[in-house]
């Protein structure tokens, strides 16, 4: 007879940022298919109410990330912590708006440490945490035109490291995924832009330019992050930390 195993994260608590749809919802959906409870916070309320409905073990937690004094209300006894929500803005240095960068390092930045500061006691005193930092190839490499969103993303690798670090000793593993563009409804807003703004299609705008200089041309599905993200949490997860995994079609191959 074949012995039934529990799912991996059974009797654990996740928290997602960014859930209400793309990354966050794929990965909410696995934590929860691997057993998790699931805190899925958002700013979207109308999405989070969706995903709740159609995931049992999703709690929604409506919260602007850039306000820090709500961020630091969320639940901190969580045994994994996923930072996925992001925002993009694209102008010169010369024209790029000082409030609008502070809100980009807030949310994608601050917010997370801030998320990790109150979570890690809960790990430690479990022997047992995983931070996963949903950061980007632009975590790695970086583009003209997007100071504040590079500058989030390579800060982020930074505290990643540096959670991976301190955490070891107490069993709490923290790394970063790297993809280059995901299907979600941010990028597809950005694809039909830059179509206009050419004068050509919505697939050579992937092709021709968002992905130039990828091998693999193609955009990211949001379920094959949650499957990297699960390989983070799983079973093969605990001697990987510190890491950076790249999901970029070959884009820092050069």
Known sequence: MTPVTSPPLAGRRALVTGAASGIGAAIARRLAADGARVVAVDRDEEGLNRLAGDVAAVEPVPCDLSDLAAVDELPAEVDALVNNAGLQHVAPIPEFDPDRFSLLLRVMLEAPFRLARRALPHMYARGWGRVINVSSVHGL????????????????????????????????????????YVRTPLVERQIADQARTHGIEPDEVVERVMLAPAAVRRLVEPDEVAELAAVLYGPASASITGASLSMDGGWTAH
């Open 141 to 180: 490499r970086a583009s003209p035109f997007k100071s504040a969103y590079v500058s989030a993303k390579h800060g982020l690798e930074g505290l990643s490291k540096v959670i991976a670090l301190e955490g070891a000793p107490h069993g709490v593993t923290s790394n970063c995924i790297d993809p280059s």
